[in-house]
């Protein structure tokens, strides 16, 4: 049985600019299993946003300024979630008095090493690395929250971060496991998630060179030329179906509250790439505890980090190429069986008392 709250009841404020699934995957057992009430502002509306005790979407910064005064002298904790940082800023503006924690969910450090950067600038290419939005909002926040510990390593090692932190998986909480596996089962290896085109990475460099890793268009050729069927589970539009449509097998983007049952409808789930980048390195994204939640073993290539918590938990394999997995491929029968036994110990509400004792500690320098 998950662990119960040793901690007050608490007001906390989530903030956030495209509030991926990790913020509700949080929130709804802060609220539901601990009993904390939870707010929410936020750029691009959320899922889950029906579950938040106060949810409001924000347009602008004046906006989301007069969000945070309306509820901030009721708020115990500010919690926000970068892609952008800023918002930290914003709050210690505002509310100076108040513990703020960052949840870095990532950050230009890990897209691009040190020595990627210096041949970039070299080669007389404008890349960001190091950006004044991250490593101030970073230093200012009273405490720090990530979803690995190799990510943690290199943010606070790069930034000489000394506040309290934690590692919190972006785990899902139990209701969000999948269950009832009705539909026609697909086979093949899946991707969700973020992909870009490799026009687009070129065309902006400055800000897309370190999202290299999301460009699949090599992998699925060689799954293509070797017979997988590769599900991809990201985008539609037409640029994107020109690249990948004969390649692979796109499917419309999911509401988060069907994907899991999608995801269960094949035999591997892919984290990593074909190819070696920085931010595959340290990883330990969403979509890894996605595939557990429905049921699906995972696949790693590329991945250092993810490639270790497979290992350990015995939820998936690590692969050096597409035909390797092709060769172990009759593997994903046995990695099922016991994934299913073991993925409740991965459910949010056993691991949200990592959070609770940031939170606590955090406050407890503020009494």
Known sequence: MPKKSKLRRLTICKVAGHACIRVSKMAVPLMEHCGHTVYLC????????HSYDLYCQAFSIHQLREFLRVV??????????????WFVTTIKEL??????????????????????HEQFIDEGKNVIRITPEERNNFQLADGLVFP?????????????????????????PYNLFGYQQNKDWYGGLVYEGRVDLPEKIKEELSH???????????????CKDIGIDFHIYARHDKPFMDIYKDISV?????????????LSRHDWGLVG??????????????????????????????????SEVLEE??????????????????????????????RGKFAMENNIHILESLYEEVLHAYS
């Open 208 to 222: 897309s060179a370190g999202f290299v890793y999301t460009d699949y268009s090599k992998l699925a050729k060689q």
């Open 42 to 49: 936020s750029q691009k509306l959320p899922s889950l946003a």
């Open 313 to 342: 938990h015995g939820i998936g394999i690590t692969v050096g190429s597409v035909q390797e997995l092709a060769d172990r491929w009759k593997e994903h029968t046995e990695v099922r069986k016991h994934l299913l036994k073991v």
């Open 72 to 85: 901030g002298p009721s708020v115990d904790i500010f919690h926000a979630h970068n892609e952008p940082s």
């Open 273 to 306: 790439n074909s190819f070696f980048t920085p931010e595959w390195d340290v990883a330990l994204p969403n979509k890894l505890w996605e595939y557990v939640a429905a049921g699906t073993p995972v696949v790693a290539m590329n991945a250092r980090h993810c």
């Open 95 to 116: 509310f100076p008095g108040k513990p703020v924690i960052l949840d870095i969910h990532d950050s230009f450090l890990a897209r691009v090493t040190p020595e990627q």
């Open 148 to 172: 690995a510990t190799p990510f943690a390593d290199l943010i606070r090692a790069e930034y000489s971060l000394k506040q309290p932190w934690c590692v919190l998986p972006s785990y899902l």
């Open 250 to 262: 796109p499917h419309p983007p999911e509401q988060f509250n069907v994907l899991i049952e999608k």
